[in-house]
């Protein structure tokens, strides 16, 4: 598997979204940023920007980023999803990272249905359905005339 180099730009952006999601100051990531790269550090004015948009909103879109930051929409989409890590849930930013609780139940779910695939063979395979990590609630009423089939609640007369 090869190692895909990342434009020092891109590594700073993301060492700017971390220090300001532990409350970092922009002076202090600054100076930190010009203790580790050096000369080829972002300049002030860049991790300021930077800084100050991460801050002020999550529900910014990739198109906003774009012409704000003067770079392509397809920058701004591989800059978030893949070296940022992030993905949009209800029209905002979010880490796209599991907790260990998380990654325990997908570890069950794995080997229940491992279990179940060595116990029936491929007949099994057609009775899976995947997604993503979306979840659809949906509740369908019953008509008030299969609630009386069943027997509900007796209408009380005044």
Avoid: C
Wanted: proline content about 3%; cysteine-free; glycine content about 4%.
């Amino acid at each position: 598997m090869s190692v895909q180099k990342v434009p020092w730009s891109v590594e700073q952006r993301i060492v700017i979204k971390f220090l300001v999601g532990e409350n970092v100051p922009s002076a202090e990531i600054h100076h930190r940023l010009q203790q580790q790269y050096g000369e080829e550090r972002l300049s002030w004015t860049h991790v300021f920007e930077w800084y100050a948009l991460i801050r002020e909103n999550r529900r910014i879109t990739v198109k906003e980023l774009g012409a704000m930051l003067s770079i392509s929409v397809g920058s701004v989409e591989d800059i978030v999803k893949y070296h940022l890590h992030n993905r949009k849930v209800n029209a905002r930013w979010v880490p796209r990272t599991l907790t260990d609780v998380n990654k325990m139940v997908r570890m069950q779910v794995a080997s229940h249905l491992l279990q179940q695939f060595e116990d029936k063979g491929n007949e099994f395979l057609k009775s899976i359905v995947t997604t993503d990590e979306m979840w659809v609630h949906y509740f369908i009423p019953k008509s008030q005339q299969s609630s009386r089939e069943r027997g509900g609640a007796v209408r009380q007369e005044k």
